[in-house]
């Protein structure tokens, strides 16, 4: 495989920022004033979450890093899923970035400009988390079509993969504004209490993102390894095989069970749980979604030729 | 405008590799760098099992994935059938490499860009056969004009059911390959 852990380190933090963008915008939706950590770590995350991506996918880069004036040319062809990355992921990064910027109290310096510019898109702002909302849904689909679209991998070459990816994306973004807003609560005006509230829906709510996800991933592996000789190969991979360390206890121990019991447990309990909690499971959980985009590119092997 | 095409008599393959070496030379390529692949399968059960080869390189697809795949547009197939790379253009991204099906590409960690077949093209202009076609002792290999039914390639295709590689694939390759 020419691709390895750039780029799905890339893929990632692309997915995990849309979904926390996603996030912040449901939060808002439902509760604007008790979820208002979770939104302001959502919209601080999202724009740079996914800059954070931009390096890793350079650095795979071969001329593109030494002749960076060549990368002008990424948005010109139409048909290739990589130029619609380019497409949506551009806006986003500035629009996430100054959409968290609102909700930051520093850099913002008394300058005239500065102020007239945070009018403005205080002004904006519902129309911009609007046109965000749809860049981050494309974002989320996006990342699991580059690899749907190949043909050549029968592992990725399937519908289901861009549904994975995206509730990937929803489950890690969600775990990432939990675990800043958690981190950030300390001194803040919102109490520990309240914000300990505030997660036990949210927590509930993950805890059938992550049942969802373990579905798609039990059809895909089930449904690829009864199909080609090569996908059934990929499928023994993660099962069985080379990765199977990775894939029981990066995908099945953290990203699954140990979220799952903590959440299952925090139910039974029928009182919020400490703060060390929600952090040990939506950690976890950040680490099980960067294992399932890295398996899902190590473990692709190509079709056969006879 | 002729369609130019590759016919491979696999019958006749002994798994020599000059055509590899070939066209390491005429490209000027490093010894781990392929752009023309060996394939071998053992097949059938004991006593009469064998051992066949399979010779890759890039199938000149009508429908090329590189093409489709490349966000630079650096893949391009020209009208005399040929897909060529633009390494002028490329950024390196592998996109290509993972897409082709036959796994028909490498990555040029010196120029930093995608590299594969071109089917000699500069000999071709001057009409001489690719260096793999003239480097096959077995006459196993042979190069013209796929659109042309007078052609050698042409009617080897008709006569000896010469068949694609994997066309379930949808990439309709023009490389031909008789098993039989």
């Known amino acids: ?66 002749q960076p004036w060549r990368l002008i040319l990424l948005f010109a062809n139409p048909t290739s899923p990589m130029t619609w990355g380019v497409w949506v992921l551009t806006p986003f990064i500035p629009l996430g970035m100054v959409l968290g910027w609102l909700e930051v109290e520093f850099l913002n310096p008394p300058w005239r400009i500065v102020r007239w510019f ?31 679209v190949v043909h050549g991998v029968p592992l ?9 990816f995206f509730v990937s994306a929803l489950s890690t ?44 991933i039990f059809c895909w592996l089930f449904i690829v390894a009864n199909g080609s000789v090569t996908a059934a190969q990929s499928v023994e991979l993660l099962l069985t095989g080379k990765y199977s360390l990775f894939f029981w206890i990066g995908i099945g121990f953290f990203g699954v069970v140990d979220p799952l019991v903590i959440y299952i447990y925090e139910v039974v309990l029928g009182k919020p749980l400490k703060p060390y909690w929600v952090l040990i499971s939506d950690s976890s959980v950040i680490l099980g979604g960067l294992v399932l985009r890295y398996l899902v590119i190590a473990a692709a092997v190509p079709v056969i030729l006879t | 405008m002729p369609k130019y095409g590759l016919v491979t008599d696999l019958t006749k393959c002994a798994g020599c590799r000059a055509c590899t070496v070939a066209c390491q030379m005429q490209n000027d390529l490093q010894p781990y760098e392929r752009w023309v ?10 006593p009469s099992d064998t051992r066949r080869f399979l010779i890759v390189q890039c199938q000149h697809c009508d429908k090329a994935p590189c093409i489709s795949v490349c966000p630079v547009r ?9 897909v060529m790379i633009d390494e002028d253009r490329c950024i390196g991204c592998k996109y290509c490499i993972v897409a082709c099906p036959y796994q028909a590409r490498i990555f040029n960690e010196e120029r930093g860009v995608a590299q594969k077949c071109w089917l000699c093209y500069k000999r071709v202009e001057k009409g001489v056969a690719p260096a793999c076609v003239v480097a096959c002792p077995a006459g196993a290999r042979y190069f013209g004009d796929l659109e042309d039914p007078d052609s050698e390639v042409s009617k080897l295709i008709v006569s000896r059911k010469a068949a694609k590689l994997r066309p379930d694939l ?3 390759p023009n490389s031909y390959y008789i098993r039989s």
């Not at chain 1, 990725?156 to 994975?164: F, G, H």
């Not at chain 1, 800043?180 to 927590?203: C, P, R, W």
Request: with cysteine; proline share 2%.
């Open chain 1, 173 to 216: 973004g969600l775990a990432a504004c939990v675990v800043l807003s958690q981190i950030t609560a300390v001194g803040m005006e919102h109490d520990g209490v309240h914000l300990a509230k505030s997660y036990f829906y949210v927590n509930q709510i993950h805890s059938a993102l992550i049942v969802v996800e373990t579905v798609f």
């Open chain 2, 170 to 172: 949808g990439t309709e």
């Open chain 1, 118 to 148: 945070r009018a403005l898109v205080t002004r904006w702002r519902t129309r911009l988390l609007q046109a965000g909302t749809l860049l981050a849904l494309s974002i989320a689909i996006y990342t699991g079509l580059l690899l749907g």
């Open chain 2, 74 to 82: 650096a893949n391009y197939k020209r009208t005399d059938g040929i």
């Open chain 1, 1 to 66: 495989m020419a691709w390895g852990f750039p780029i799905a380190m890339y893929l990632f933090l692309a997915g995990m920022g849309a979904g926390a963008f996603l996030t912040a915008v449901v939060a808002e939706m439902y509760n604007k004033v008790a979820f208002r950590p979770l939104i302001r770590a959502g919209l601080v995350l999202s724009g740079i979450l996914v800059a954070l991506g931009i390096p890793f996918l350079i650095a795979d880069l071969g001329a593109g890093r030494t």
């Open chain 1, 156 to 164: 990725w070459n399937t519908s289901i993969l861009p549904m994975l």
């Open chain 2, 37 to 46: 692949r060996v394939q071998e399968v053992d097949a059938g059960k004991f």
